[in-house]
């Protein structure tokens, strides 16, 4: 990630600012919705991933949440919450959850910027990384699960491995 321009203040940018900046770098489609929210789409290998980061100045909080529709047979919802609870358990930040209403797998996670911390380039790029990652590892513990009639534990272990290079 280059650094923004450095006439630029770092600390009189908005955190959303850097959040559109970063996409920029990327390429990634966005829409700024208002001033302390911006929604994009990234396309993953297994699917195409909406973002939508918002401020909250209150809270001192910058939220990302990830999503992907899933839609499984309610018969297997029990084994999707299960491996909901295993993935979250073998991540250190953000956690899954599945919103029924929406039929959407949601990853979240909150950067704190209390005491006048400020969100860097590389925090941003990083924080949605990770997302993205945690994502596409898990996709197919969860396409397993729901579709392929695996037990949550036999299904997360598809994730448990790191994957190096492309088959």
């Known amino acids: 990630m280059t650094q923004i321009d450095s006439s630029m203040r770092i600390d009189d940018i908005h955190p959303i600012d850097i959040v559109e900046a970063v996409a920029t770098h990327h390429a990634w489609e ?3 919705l ?5 929604v994009m789409d990234v396309d993953g290998q297994w699917r195409r991933y909406a973002l939508t980061l ?6 001192a909080v ?3 949440i990830c999503s992907f529709d899933m839609d499984p047979p309610a018969d297997r919802m029990p084994a999707i919450y299960q491996t909901i609870n295993l993935a979250n358990d073998r ?4 956690a899954f959850t ?22 860097l380039p590389e925090q941003v790029d990083r924080m949605i990384g990770t ?15 729901g579709w392929g009639g695996t037990s949550p534990a036999a299904a997360l ?11």
């Not at 918002?54 to 809270?59: F, G, M, Q, T, Y």
């Not at 991540?91 to 953000?94: A, I, L, Q, S």
């Not at 990853?107 to 969100?119: E, N, P, Q, S, T």
């Not at 272990?157 to 088959?167: F, P, S, V």
């Open 131 to 145: 997302a993205l990652a945690a994502c596409e590892r898990f996709y197919p513990s969860f396409q397993l699960a």
């Open 157 to 167: 272990e598809i994730a448990l491995g790191e994957t190096y290079g492309r088959a």
């Open 30 to 32: 966005f829409d700024r």
């Open 54 to 59: 918002a401020w909250s100045p209150r809270d």
């Open 91 to 94: 991540v250190w930040d953000g």
């Open 62 to 64: 910058l939220r990302l």
């Open 98 to 119: 599945f919103c029924a209403p929406q039929r959407q797998m949601v990853w979240r996670y909150g950067l704190v910027l209390a005491g006048d911390a400020i969100a």
């Open 34 to 38: 208002a001033e302390d929210q911006i």
